[in-house]
């Protein structure tokens, strides 16, 4: 690396550090959302430097231009969040002098409208096909196979799931503890009889005996981390359906937690429980798999006017 590029990579670290510590004392954001803007970030900085500005030379055009490059590739909603980042952020140049003017109050997202497109899930088939298909021999499948099993079952979120630890299962009471990363809530469930030999499975023949982590979950390289992200269960489930020659749109880390709730309202599971167990605390967060609930659907449709 040139001297000129490691003095620009220390100034953007030193810079992401400073937006980190704002947000945390000043915004009162969790860790988690600090962890994803600073992502975000990171990646508009980046495409600043190819478009050769600097922070201090901002343009409200230099916003536009990078918020239709995501626009091309990723959903509304996601490009909603990277507006987000770009008005906090430069809330923050502002606020550090860096730039004379807000440009928050300009950058524009996306209009989202409330269930304008159901959550996308796999039919039930689908799922049980890419957990075949994982190779169950391996200490990497059977750590896969378990995580993937856990999340279809429970419909647990990357995030619930790879924070797990070994102190959440209490194999006595034959049950499992789940934190919310974002709210921080706690939450017990049944440790089912297949999903127990699963993990027994796994913790004896699958997960490094010399990992320092006490997360369940680890990577299978040394120092044997634990999964860091939800992009890392994206990997691996994308592996696995591809496998299982599954093919679908869209095989996001959340696919499986809405799979298991479209599931769960097709078994005629109450609205209710289902939104206990999702986290949900608006009946509407749940209302939106009734749209992928085709047999219910089918069972209330009207006859057709002839």
């Known amino acids: 690396m040139a001297a000129h590029d490691k003095v620009i990579a220390i100034s953007i670290a030193a810079l992401l550090r400073e937006f980190a510590a704002y947000m945390r004392e000043h915004r009162g954001s969790p860790e988690n959302t600090i962890r994803k803007k600073i992502t975000h970030t990171e990646e508009f900085l980046e495409f600043l430097r190819h478009r050769g500005r600097r922070v201090v030379d901002l343009r409200l055009s230099d916003l536009d231009a990078y918020v239709i490059k995501r626009a091309k590739r990723y959903a509304p909603v996601s490009v909603c969040d990277v507006c987000s980042t770009l008005r906090s952020f430069t809330r923050f140049l502002r606020a550090s002098g860096r730039i004379p003017v807000d440009l928050a109050p300009s950058i524009l997202s996306p209009v989202v409208r409330k269930g304008e497109r159901p959550h996308r899930a796999l039919p039930w088939s689908d799922v049980r096909r890419i957990l075949r298909a994982i190779d169950r021999s391996t200490a990497c499948g059977k750590r896969d196979y378990a995580l993937l099993l856990l999340m279809s079952t429970y419909g647990l979120g990357a995030g ?102 479209s599931r769960q309202m097709e078994l005629g ?28 659907l089918r069972q209330i449709a009207l006859p057709v006017p002839r």
């Not at 994206?234 to 496998?243: C, E, M, S």
């Not at 167990?277 to 009734?290: F, K, N, Q």
């Open 269 to 296: 599971t109450p609205a209710k429980l289902i939104g206990d167990i999702l986290g949900h605390r608006d009946p509407d967060s749940t209302s939106a798999y009734l749209r992928v609930a085709t047999e219910r």
């Open 160 to 261: 619930e799931a790879i924070r797990l630890t070994l102190e959440d299962i209490d194999w006595r009471a034959a049950t499992l503890h789940v934190v919310r990363p974002k709210t921080r809530v706690e939450f017990v469930l049944p440790l089912l009889p297949e999903v127990a030999r699963v993990l027994v499975d796994y913790l004896r023949h699958g997960r490094p005996a010399y990992a320092r982590t006490r997360h369940l979950f680890v990577q299978m390289l040394v120092p044997h981390g634990p999964l860091s992200c939800s992009s890392a269960v994206r990997h691996q489930l994308v592996k696995h359906a591809r496998a299982a020659g599954v093919s679908a749109p869209y095989l996001g880390s959340h696919v499986l937690r809405h799979s298991h709730a």
